[in-house]
């Protein structure tokens, strides 16, 4: 913190825009890790859908599980 209160205001205002452009790329990773969660939260949500009532026809769950996996969250 000492360091900042023997910087010029050129070297402060350097220093404000690398942390402002570092702040912008942890927003970016932030979005697309958040939409990659949000995602597959979807996929799971749809697949334990599936068990609340049994079935008895259990490649036709296989199939729905397959289907789930390959098209939900997949725009």
């Given at each position: 913190?000492?360091?900042?209160?023997?910087?010029?205001?050129?070297?402060?205002?350097?220093?404000?825009?690398?942390?402002?452009?570092?702040?912008?790329?942890?927003?970016k990773?932030?979005?697309?890790?958040?939409?990659?969660?949000?995602?597959?939260?979807?996929?799971?949500?749809?697949?334990?859908s599936?068990?609340?009532?049994?079935?008895?026809?259990?490649?036709?769950?296989?199939k729905?599980?397959?289907?789930?996996?390959?098209?939900?969250?997949?725009?």
């Amino acid at each position: 913190m000492s360091d900042y209160m023997n910087m010029t205001l050129e070297q402060l205002q350097q220093e404000h825009a690398e942390l402002l452009e570092f702040n912008e790329m942890l927003d970016k990773k932030y979005k697309h890790h958040a939409a990659r969660a949000e995602k597959y939260r979807r996929k799971c949500e749809s697949i334990a859908s599936l068990f609340v009532v049994p079935s008895e026809n259990h490649q036709m769950t296989i199939k729905a599980i397959q289907t789930i996996l390959e098209r939900v969250g997949e725009e």
